[in-house]
């Protein structure tokens, strides 16, 4: 059984920092993306990035480019989302996804992660 | 930017045939990706790239994808698809977008 499950997530000031962990079990994680998206409260999705699958080559939203970044461990099937200059519309539910094989073309996500929850406020 | 634009709601009677529509500057062009979402749970993907069922997806669930509008299709509708349901693409410009969502309900 594919599973993902996210964890590190927290109230955070803005202007704090934050590091989001994925762990992966039930594939051979160094075949597949992995991607973080995320959902403000009430509110639709939104992609936030992706990595290959040897975490050379990562991809960002504009909304969160230049302040978060994704990094992954294959040793141990892990993406960390490390989230920095948080913001109060950082806050939403994260959930880590598995996307396709290639990066080049992001394709659809087929297991999801039950998501955690960040909260940026004062 | 590239925008997807779905419905904010829908209705089915029960047993009745569901459609939820995504537009899109030609979107028959993209692939297609639909996912499901019920309060509190999070998404399951239900159809990709415009016609496919991932394994355990009813065969009552389908897609279609031609000029501006893709569209999902759900048959003899069952009070457990009343979810949110999301389209998916990929854009050369926009990277991935999503559409605002759909609310289903079943009545």
């Known amino acids: 059984e594919v599973k993902l499950v996210e964890s590190g997530g927290t109230l955070v000031q803005p202007g704090g920092s934050l590091t989001l962990s994925c762990v992966a079990s039930g594939f051979t994680f160094t075949t597949y993306t992995i991607h973080w998206l995320r959902q403000a409260p009430g509110k639709g999705l939104q992609y936030v990035s992706g990595i290959n699958t040897s975490g050379g080559t990562t991809v960002f939203a504009d909304s969160v480019r230049g302040r978060f970044t994704i990094s992954r461990d294959n040793s141990k099937n892990m993406v960390s989302l490390q989230m920095d200059s948080l913001k109060t519309e950082d806050t939403a539910v994260y959930y880590c996804?598995?996307?396709?094989?290639?990066?080049?073309?992001?394709?659809?996500?087929?297991?999801w992660g039950r998501g955690n929850l960040v909260t940026v406020s004062s | 930017s590239y925008e997807l634009s779905q419905p904010l709601s829908a209705a089915v009677a029960l047993g009745q045939t569901a459609t939820i529509t995504c537009e899109g500057e030609?979107?028959?062009?993209?692939?297609v990706h639909w996912y499901q979402q019920k309060p509190d749970q999070a998404p399951v993907l239900v159809i990709y790239?415009?016609?496919n069922r991932p394994s355990g997806i009813p065969e009552r669930f389908s897609g279609s994808n031609s000029g501006n509008t893709a569209t999902l299709t759900i048959s003899r509708a069952q009070a457990g698809d009343e979810a949110d349901y999301y389209c998916?693409?990929?854009?050369?410009?926009?990277?991935?977008?999503f559409g605002g969502g759909t609310k289903l309900t079943v009545l």
């Open positions: 996804a598995r996307g396709t094989r290639s990066l080049v073309v992001v394709g659809h996500f087929d297991s």
């Open positions: 030609n979107i028959g062009s993209k692939n």
């Open positions: 790239r415009d016609v």
């Open positions: 998916h693409v990929w854009d050369t410009t926009s990277s991935v977008v």
